[in-house]
C-alpha cells in the first residue's frame, strides 16, 4: 500500500504528468514527470506531507529560485520549486542517469587517491559558484553526490535539508536544547556552538568524505572499518555529535594506506577538519584550487592552460589555469588578482571545466562590470576561443593549450 497522498502513473500534479516513480527516502518520494508531449523527462521530488511554512522552508526555497540560474556540470539543473497548495513541498530537476557516489564505491576499501581526489574536486566545482553567492548545502554525503555514467559528478539535493524536514532536522541534543542540520556521520562542529553555517561548514563534510574515500575508515574512529562504525552507531547520534565536537581526527599516517601520501593532502585535510570554521578554507572555491594544484602536480592529473593578463599600463601578464572555479577580483584570495579602482574584491568568477571546453564568466554581485567582447555582461557568459574580458582597466584573454 502507498504512502496517503503518493502519485500513480498518469496523475498530474501542478502542471507535472507523472510517469513512473524513480525512488523514496525518509522525507519524500521521487517521480518520472513530464511537462508536455516534447519536453524532456525530469525528476520531481515531493514531500510526504504537508511542511511548515517557517522561514527555514522559506529560505530554502528562496535559494532554489538562485540555484536555477547556475550552470555548473557538477549541480544538478533546477528547473522548478514550490510549496503546494496541501503543503506539501516539491522540486523539479533534471533527471539524471547513473547512481549516488555510494552506490558505486565500497566503503571500507580505500579509493587511488587521484580518483578520491578528483571526485571530491568535481564536488567543490559544484559548490564554488553558490558558495560565492553564500548558499550553503548542510548535508553533503555520498547519497547526495550522483556520479553520472561518464563520470560526471553532480551535487544533488543542494541546499534542501531544511525544506523537507523543517520541524526537527535530526533531532535536538537534549544538553543543548537546539535542533541539528543534516546527517550526524558529516555534521560540523560549529552546529553544536551557535548552529551557523557557512560554506566553511560544506568544506568540513568535503573533508570529512575525502578522508572516508582515502582510508575506508571514520575520521574519528579508527577501531573498525568505516562499514562496522556506521552500523554501530546508526542509531545514536550522540556518539557522532561528540565526535565531531571533541575528538581529534585520526592522523593520516595511523593508515597502512595514506601514511605514504604527499603530505599536501594531509596538511590540506587538517585545515579542513578544524573545529573552528574561520581556520578553514573558506569555501570550496579555495579547496578546489587546492585540490587540483595537488592532482596537477603532485600526480600529473588536470591539464592546464594558460589565462593572459593584460595590465591597465600595457603589459600582460601569463598564469597557469587548472579546471576549478576561479575568483577575480582585488582581495588577497582571489586566484586571479587585479588590484586598481573600478575592481571589487570579489569581482567574478572564472570557471573552467577543463579541455575541450572553454571557461564560463560569471559575475559577482550588481557593482563590478564585467565586459566581454564589448558587451557589459550581467550573468554567466561563454566564451570562445579568441574572447576577451575587461574587468576595471584589465583584461583577460584565455589561451588554450
Not at 496517503?4 to 502542471?15: C, N, S, T
Not at 522540486?91 to 576499501?109: F, H, K, N
Not at 571526485?119 to 564554488?128: E, N, T
Request: with cysteine.
Amino acid at each position: 500500500m502507498g504512502l496517503p497522498g503518493e502519485l500513480a502513473v498518469g496523475d498530474r500534479f501542478q502542471h507535472y504528468e507523472v510517469l513512473g516513480k524513480l525512488g523514496e527516502g525518509g522525507f519524500a518520494t521521487v517521480y518520472r514527470v513530464r511537462t508536455g508531449e516534447e519536453g524532456p523527462d525530469l525528476a520531481l521530488k515531493l514531500s510526504h506531507g504537508a511542511v511548515g511554512l517557517g522561514d527555514a522552508a522559506k529560505r530554502a526555497l528562496r535559494e532554489v529560485e538562485v540555484l536555477r540560474s547556475l550552470t555548473n556540470r557538477h549541480v544538478v539543473r533546477i528547473h522548478g520549486a514550490g510549496i503546494a497548495p496541501d503543503g506539501r513541498v516539491y522540486i523539479a530537476m533534471e533527471r539524471l542517469r547513473g547512481g549516488a557516489m555510494c552506490q558505486g564505491i565500497t566503503p571500507d576499501e580505500p579509493m587511488a587517491a587521484p580518483e578520491a581526489l578528483g571526485l571530491m574536486h568535481q564536488a567543490c566545482m559544484g559548490l564554488a559558484e553558490a558558495h560565492a553567492l553564500g548558499i550553503v548545502h548542510r548535508d553533503l554525503k555520498p547519497e547526495n553526490l550522483w556520479v553520472e555514467p561518464d563520470g560526471n559528478l553532480k551535487v544533488i539535493d543542494f541546499g534542501l535539508a531544511r525544506a523537507w524536514d523543517t520541524g526537527g532536522g535530526i533531532g535536538a541534543n537534549v544538553t543543548m536544547g537546539q535542533v541539528l542540520v543534516g546527517t550526524p556521520h558529516y555534521m560540523q562542529p560549529e552546529q553544536m556552538v551557535d548552529n551557523r553555517m557557512s560554506p566553511a561548514s560544506d568544506v568540513y563534510s568535503i573533508a570529512t568524505l575525502l578522508y572516508e574515500l582515502l582510508t575506508g575508515h571514520s575520521v574519528y574512529f579508527d577501531d573498525a572499518p568505516l562499514s562496522a562504525v556506521r552500523a554501530r552507531l546508526r542509531d545514536d547520534p550522540v556518539f557522532w555529535i561528540d565526535a565531531h565536537a571533541n575528538r581529534a581526527p585520526i592522523p593520516l599516517a595511523r593508515h597502512a594506506r595514506t601514511r605514504d601520501l604527499p603530505p599536501s593532502i594531509d596538511a590540506l585535510l587538517v585545515r579542513c577538519l578544524s573545529k573552528d570554521p574561520n581556520d578553514r578554507p573558506p569555501d570550496a572555491v579555495q579547496v578546489s584550487m587546492e585540490l587540483g594544484d595537488i592532482l596537477h602536480y603532485e600526480y600529473g592529473q588536470l591539464p592546464g592552460s594558460i589565462v593572459e593578463v593584460g595590465l591597465p599600463y600595457g603589459a600582460k601578464e601569463e598564469q597557469l589555469l587548472l579546471p576549478g572555479s576561479h575568483r577575480i577580483g582585488s582581495d588577497a584570495s582571489c586566484q586571479i588578482r587585479m588590484e586598481g579602482e573600478g575592481v571589487e574584491p570579489f569581482h567574478a568568477l572564472l570557471e573552467w571545466d577543463g579541455p575541450p571546453d572553454l571557461p564560463r564568466v560569471r559575475p559577482l554581485g550588481d557593482r563590478g562590470a564585467v565586459v566581454l567582447d564589448g558587451v557589459l555582461v550581467r550573468q554567466v557568459a561563454q566564451l570562445d576561443a579568441a574572447s576577451k574580458v575587461e574587468i576595471g582597466g584589465f583584461s583577460l584573454a584565455f589561451c588554450p593549450s
